[in-house]
């Protein structure tokens, strides 16, 4: 469903208020949680089996900073068989502690102060601390609901100016589920070379599309090599996000930089975990579209919920998450998630995702169906009780 409702009155931040609803939820032994975005799917066979091997065969020692050569060869193949992205992996890929660190030690070594760094909103707010650390300033693009939160080329141009050196696009997206569509990927192609910008490029969640849509990698696109910082990992794609393994393919000298800052952060990331991820990206792929089948079935249910329910939504199109208008139920998000949460439910209020969406809520998809479907009924029941005026 779609709403006419795009925008709203900015709502004031509720960072706090999010970190006490999830206090309050660790209280409570028959919660649901459709709140964190961990795959909750176990980490195929092959790849345990891979770890195992490891520590078996005493390969548990340092690894380079830059990471395994067998585990960066693995990427870049990777790259250049999925993406169309063309590295060196000897010299243009580092192994990260995961996607979180690959995107701060990104933003520090980048991001001098006064520095524009231009990025949808909603977004991950991981982004605007790393941002602000560094002395940046965050230019932030709407995107609307109408629009399934794609990203418009010439909202983005709107808001260039001579200090702009980056341009962020996380695709798809998290929280929206929205993706930046072909078209849009190439305008923004074009965009950032005649403004000289850099472009990071988001893509953990690429290997999740549905309904037909499909991930264009900015960096494949002809004059963006250059220019283009790729950030990936196998927390979502494999159900591995304890295992701690990012990465990010870059230009040699833009390598080298983060290399340094990595050095001094935490040297290397998990030696077992590499060599799980070498077998995760040269092993069988049939088990990411089993995991995305899954997700399929369980975003289906969820949405079919909503409608009931009376909210809207844009088309999510990939990811792990529905970003769910509350307009249509007459409760303001965080109000509504507390009353979800006294059902047992816990979901995320928008305003942890830019002080602006106070009318939106994201839901995870990261339960079994019969548990959703049990989360979904629960949030039916707190809806009937509140619009019959019964206290919750």
């Known amino acids: 469903m779609t709403s006419s409702t795009d925008t709203a009155p900015a709502a004031e931040s509720t960072s706090v208020n999010i970190f006490e609803i999830m206090d309050r939820a660790r209280s409570r032994p028959n919660l649901i949680s459709m709140g964190l975005g961990d795959p909750d799917l176990a980490t195929p066979a092959h790849i345990v089996a891979a770890a195992k091997e490891a520590i078996a ?96 080329p010439d909202e983005v141009e709107k808001r260039l100016t001579p200090n702009s050196k980056v341009l962020l696009l996380v695709t798809p997206s998290n929280p929206t589920a929205g993706i930046v569509t072909a078209p849009n990927i190439r305008r923004l192609a074009e965009i950032a070379q005649e403004r000289d910008l850099i472009v990071i490029s988001d893509e953990i969640y690429e290997k999740f599309l549905y309904d037909g849509h499909e991930h264009l990698s900015i960096g494949s696109l002809p004059g963006m090599r250059e220019r283009t910082i790729t950030l990936n990992g196998a927390s979502k794609t494999y159900a591995m996000t304890g295992w701690r393994i990012g990465y990010l393919a870059a ?17 290397q990331a998990p030696t077992v975990s590499q060599w799980a991820t070498v077998a995760a990206l040269e092993g069988p792929q049939e088990c990411v579209a089993e995991m995305r089948e899954i997700y399929d079935a369980r975003r289906r249910l969820v949405m079919g ?47 942890g995702f830019g002080e602006h969406w106070g009318h939106f809520v994201r839901m995870t998809l990261l339960q079994p169906i019969e548990v959703l479907a049990e989360a979904t009924s629960r949030m039916k029941r707190a809806l009937a009780k509140q619009h019959r005026g019964v206290q919750v």
């Open 305 to 351: 919920a909503l409608d009931e329910m009376g909210f809207t939504y844009g088309q999510p199109r990939g990811g792990l998450y529905i970003w769910a208008n509350t307009t249509g139920t007459g409760i303001p998000a965080l109000e509504l998630s507390s009353l979800f949460l006294e059902d047992d439910v816990l979901i995320f209020p928008g305003n």
């Open 57 to 152: 065969e005493g390969r548990t020692g340092p690894a380079p900073v830059m990471g395994l050569p067998e585990l960066r060869r693995a990427i870049a193949s990777k790259l250049a068989r999925d993406n169309g992205v063309q590295v060196d992996p000897a010299t243009e890929v580092l192994v990260t502690t995961g996607g979180q660190e690959a995107l701060f030690l990104v933003i520090q070594a980048l991001i001098e102060p006064g520095d524009e760094v231009v990025m949808p909103d909603p977004r991950y707010t991981s982004y605007d601390e790393a941002i602000t650390l560094a002395g940046g300033k965050i230019v932030l693009v709407p995107t609307t609901e109408a629009g399934a939160f794609d990203l418009d």
């Open 251 to 267: 230009p040699a000298e833009f390598v080298r930089a983060v290399t340094a800052l990595k050095a001094m952060v935490n040297i």
